[in-house]
């Protein structure tokens, strides 16, 4: 079961870090645009569809990235301090009652939804280039497979948890500076009171 668990927090991560490169397309165009506006007085017609999309596409693609490293806003100002099998608990009944039906309602008015879009050619009302949205609502129904997969792992793992007592692992590629801190200030800790144990000897 983990190899199972483990390889769709890959595959979650492997979509999420492709999709992360729409930062570096949207920055580079919102440069681009800056300059052409302020410099050289001629704005383009382009550059606000581009960030828009772009940032739509990376928000919704890297959803399931995000859940597989349980990096999602928690108000854990009581959840940190409860049981594991506790926690578990909790995590496994919001998955069920929220997070799921969200994902199902996704998929199941995400895909005509984006079907209808592809059909009619559809392009932006909104923008002065005639942009194309089909591709971008199609993002839709594709991010709410990713995150039905994750979704699925995460309650996998609460099962085990409220089963062992413990939170099985998970595959971990980046670090909230708060957490590296607090690591940080338990190693000094430790060392300081190993010199301290030393020196009374």
């Known amino acids: 079961m983990e ?105 199941y008015y995400g895909i005509p939804y984006a079907q209808i879009s592809w059909h009619i050619g559809e392009v932006s009302i909104y923008s002065p280039t005639g942009a194309p949205v089909y591709p971008h609502k199609t993002l839709i129904p594709i991010a709410a497979f990713f995150l039905l997969l994750q979704c699925f792992a995460e309650m996998v793992r609460c099962i085990i948890c409220i089963r062992d007592g413990v939170w099985p692992q998970r595959l971990h590629d980046v670090e909230e500076m708060e957490s590296a801190i607090l690591a940080e200030a338990a190693d000094r800790r430790r060392i300081e009171e190993e010199m301290h144990v030393g020196a009374a000897r």
């Open 3 to 107: 190899k199972l668990l483990f390889f769709i927090d890959r595959l979650s991560a492997a979509v999420g870090k492709a999709f992360g490169w729409c930062i570096i397309v949207m920055t580079l165009g919102t440069c681009y645009e800056v300059f052409m506006r302020y410099v050289l007085r001629a704005p383009t017609n382009w550059a606000f569809d581009l960030s828009y999309f772009m940032y739509g596409a990376l928000f919704m693609m890297a959803g399931a990235y995000t859940l597989s490293r349980n990096g999602h806003v928690r108000g854990d100002f009581l959840y940190r301090m409860m049981s594991f099998r506790t926690q578990a608990s909790i995590d496994l009944v919001l998955y069920a009652i929220f997070m799921l039906p969200g994902i199902g309602a996704l998929l």
